[in-house]
Structure formats: structure tokens, C-alpha cells
């Protein structure tokens, strides 16, 4: 069974203080690793997909590094505008079923100006 | 080009009720899905579709019927709502194949509440 594990649940930072968010995961053949954010009352929002160790993207302020156990979202000079939650979520080669995601509980992330 | 659209947005049911929960994405995505998330819970899918005709249950389809007859929508039946079902629930599409690695396209949600 699939298992995806973030930490820490909720993260408060002042603006400009950097850190990052973490994403454990088990799955038995990894097809791809997808991070996600969500506004409240919204659907969550695609941010980026990793595919093998050693991989990295970046979008602004984030940047997404992966491993064979674990995913790091590093995020540098916060603004007030990243506050959310951030998913991450998992999808593994299955035979019919290449599509599924299984999904972390998410990181609540709020950023004080 | 509106992506996916969920209807309604809110929706208080009675214990015992049945409805539909409406879902249509315009962007000729083979794969669809449907999620419930719940508060500490993170997102558990319910049901999903790789194309017209096909479904298949998820992590948690009991007490939910789904049918796929077009490309274009994929709605969500409950058939009898209990208070277990308060969720907030999430409709997500995709390509199939290599382009599904863009990830998933979300609906805003309904935010369904059995009383």
C-alpha cells in the first residue's frame, strides 16, 4: 500500500524566513511525485511533478528536490501570498491503474508579513 | 475553456436522502476522478474513470455509485446519505499517459453536510 507522510502539519514563518516542507513516501515503483497547493475553499492547485532522485524544479519562490525516500519543498523569502496547504501526492506504476494518487494530509503553511 | 466545474457548491442533506453530486470538464481529459477530504484525513479517492464507460472504486466507494457515459462528465451518485458522508468532495481530470504527468485539474469542490 501506498503511504505518503508530511511534516510538520502546520508551519508559521515570518516573511523572508526560509525553510522547507517535507514529504515521506513508500510506493513500489514510483511513476511520479506531484506537489500540490490549496487555498482554503479551493480545489487544490498543480505545482510540480519530480520523476526520479536527483531531480529539481523550481517556481519562484519554491523548489522541489526528490529522493528515493522523501521530497523537499524549499521555500525561499516567503511572502504573505504563499500561505496555504501544501499536498503532496504520489502515483505508482500499477497495471490498468497508472493514474491514481495517493495523497499526504498536507502541510499548513502561514507566513506573517 | 472553464476546466472542471462542480455543481452544486453547498448541499445539506437529510439522513436517508440521495442526490447527485454533478461534475464536467471541458478539456477532453480521459482520466477522471472523484476525492472526499475530510479534516485530518487528507484526500481519499472514491471512485475514478480512465475513459467513457469505465469506472473503478477507489480507497472509499462504499455508499457511492458513479457512471461515465461521456468524455465530458463523470457524476457522483449517493445513494442513501448517512452523517459520515459530511465531506468536502473534490472532482479531478487528467490526460492519460505521458501528458497526465501535468497532474490533475481540481474542481473548487462541494461542500456536501448530512443531518
Known amino acids: 500500500e501506498d503511504q505518503v507522510t508530511q511534516s510538520p502539519e502546520a508551519l508559521r514563518l515570518q516573511e523572508g524566513e526560509s525553510s522547507s516542507l517535507n514529504c515521506s513516501y513508500t510506493?513500489?515503483?514510483?511513476?511520479?511525485l506531484f506537489w500540490y497547493r490549496q487555498d482554503p475553499g479551493k480545489g487544490p492547485e498543480f505545482l510540480f511533478t519530480?520523476?526520479?532522485a536527483g531531480e529539481e524544479k523550481e517556481k519562484e519562490r519554491l523548489k522541489a528536490t526528490l529522493t528515493k525516500k522523501e521530497s523537499f519543498l524549499h521555500i525561499t523569502a516567503p511572502k504573505p501570498e504563499d500561505s496555504a496547504t501544501y499536498l503532496c501526492?504520489?502515483?505508482?506504476?500499477?497495471?490498468?491503474?497508472?493514474?491514481?494518487?495517493?495523497f499526504g494530509k498536507g502541510t499548513l503553511l502561514t507566513v506573517n508579513p | 475553456n472553464a476546466g472542471v466545474t462542480q455543481t452544486p457548491k453547498f448541499q445539506v442533506l437529510k439522513t436517508g436522502q440521495s442526490m447527485t453530486l454533478q461534475c464536467a470538464q471541458d478539456?477532453?481529459?480521459?482520466?477522471m476522478s472523484w476525492y472526499r477530504q475530510d479534516p485530518g484525513m487528507g484526500l481519499r479517492l472514491i471512485h475514478y474513470?480512465?475513459?467513457?464507460?469505465?469506472?473503478d472504486q477507489g480507497e472509499v466507494p462504499n455508499g457511492y455509485n458513479v457512471s461515465r457515459s461521456t468524455t465530458e462528465d463523470f457524476p457522483l451518485r449517493l445513494l442513501s446519505a448517512a452523517p459520515s458522508q459530511t465531506s468536502v468532495y473534490f472532482c479531478?481530470?487528467?490526460?492519460?499517459?505521458?501528458?497526465?504527468?501535468?497532474?490533475?485539474?481540481f474542481g473548487s469542490g462541494t461542500r456536501l453536510t448530512v443531518v
Open positions: 478539456m477532453n481529459h480521459e482520466y
Open positions: 519530480l520523476y526520479s
Open positions: 510506493v513500489s515503483g514510483l511513476r511520479g
Open positions: 474513470s480512465v475513459g467513457a464507460g469505465i469506472t
Open positions: 501526492a504520489v502515483q505508482a506504476y500499477r497495471s490498468g491503474s497508472n493514474y491514481k494518487l495517493t
Open positions: 479531478a481530470s487528467s490526460y492519460s499517459g505521458r501528458q497526465g504527468m501535468g497532474g490533475y485539474t
